[in-house]
């Protein structure tokens, strides 16, 4: 790791590295039912374009799914503006936050309605 040997190079008995976690990439089908029903519903909500691409961050669901081999239907979607995301002021609007509420609903029920029809 490229990072403990610049620590042992400078002062290995006044720095130490700690991970306290660390999260594996998780993969998932971009057309998959859950997507499409986010794609079809939250721009009824929403005044931005919904776009489905591969983000470069941090999520839990390698904890719960893996590295999600068996392909379960996976979205990482939500409120808040990214310039201020894990910052030390983060913030989300209130109206942005109540309008998410209304936009998991319906997708939630899409979603499963889709399931349940197949």
Known sequence: MRLLKIIN???KECLELDIPSSHDPVSSDP???LIESIT???PNYVNENIVVS???GTTDASS???TNDNNVDLAVFGPGELIVAHQVDE???KDMYLGYIDIYKDVFVKYLENKANK
């Open 64 to 66: 719960f799914l893996g």
């Open 40 to 42: 079809h519903i939250a």
């Open 31 to 33: 057309h998959n039912p």
């Open 9 to 11: 190079k400078v002062d």
């Open 54 to 56: 591969a983000l470069i």
């Open 91 to 93: 913030f989300i609007r």
